[in-house]
């Protein structure tokens, strides 16, 4: 009964430690697994392998306890998590400030579409203004999808304010579109964020936006936050102007948010 014990506890113990480190692995992948889940959700730790869908991938490694007897210290565990990151829809209000300068030489119309920050890519434009007497525009009151935000583009034709035939298609007219999502280096656009819709308005009127040729623009850094307020001042030339940046000037009240359509995230994998 010795020599049969013996032969077989090389086996039975072996067994017994390989479910004990089988039951560590278990254990460890659980927790990392968990790990990778919340990153997914919170999109930190990974990457966007989609412009809505976050990926995290981890790996561990997990020392034995029983079955480096048998030559084997160590096991790399790996897990993955995808997430769907379903942005809210933003509600926009017309302007509470928009105007253009009706001396100007050259013909200058803005326009609003929605902007997908991920995909880089832009909606159908809609013309807000002129500054040729155009009637009947109206700022768009329908929301952009989710994940997209509005943006504005400047239309400049040349010396042709005066002459409504040679705006669009007009032989021998400059043409130029100019867009805040890419300016493409231009010094043609001042943007402030205020705290309250005065601050927004130019010295001029009681505010605190700067009046005055020849100035360097500002360009804000943070991001229009519901409550605050966002100011877009507008030179019509990037270059030969005076740079007062005052030929269109626009400003709104920042988004809020569709409170039906807040924010999802869906752990997919």
């Known amino acids: 009964m010795a020599i049969i014990f013996a032969i077989s506890a090389i086996p039975l113990f072996t067994a017994m430690g390989a479910a004990i480190d089988y039951a560590q692995i278990n254990d460890a992948k659980t927790v990392l697994q ?31 306890s029983i079955l480096p007897i048998l030559g084997l ?23 509470l400030q928009l105007q253009l300068d009706h001396s100007a030489s050259d013909y200058n119309a803005l ?14 434009t809609t013309m807000i203004a002129d500054n040729g007497g155009t009637t009947g525009l109206k700022f768009p009151t329908q929301s952009c999808a989710p994940g997209e935000h509005r943006e504005f583009a400047l239309f400049n034709a040349r010396n042709v304010r005066t002459q409504p035939s040679k705006w669009r298609n007009g032989g021998g007219v400059a043409r130029y579109w100019y867009y805040t999502d890419d300016l493409q280096g231009l010094s043609i656009l001042e943007t402030y964020r205020c705290d309250t819709e005065q601050a927004c308005k130019p010295t001029t009127q009681g505010g605190d936006i700067p009046v005055g040729p020849n100035r360097i623009a500002n360009v804000e850094k943070r991001e229009c936050e519901p409550g605050k307020y966002m100011y877009y001042g507008w030179e019509d030339r990037p270059t030969g102007g005076d740079r007062d940046y005052d030929d269109l000037r626009i400003m709104i009240q920042c988004p809020t948010v569709d409170r039906s359509t807040r924010r999802s995230v869906t752990l997919t994998k």
């Open 73 to 95: 210290d160590t096991v790399e565990i790996r897990v993955e998590a995808e997430a769907v990151h379903i942005p809210p829809t933003l509600i926009y209000t017309e302007p």
């Open 111 to 124: 326009y609003v579409f929605c902007y997908n920050s991920d995909t880089k890519s832009r909606g159908p």
């Open 34 to 64: 968990a790990q990778a889940d919340s990153d997914a959700l919170a999109s930190r730790s990974g990457s966007w392998i989609k412009a809505d869908t976050y990926r995290v991938e981890m790996a561990r490694t997990v020392q034995m």
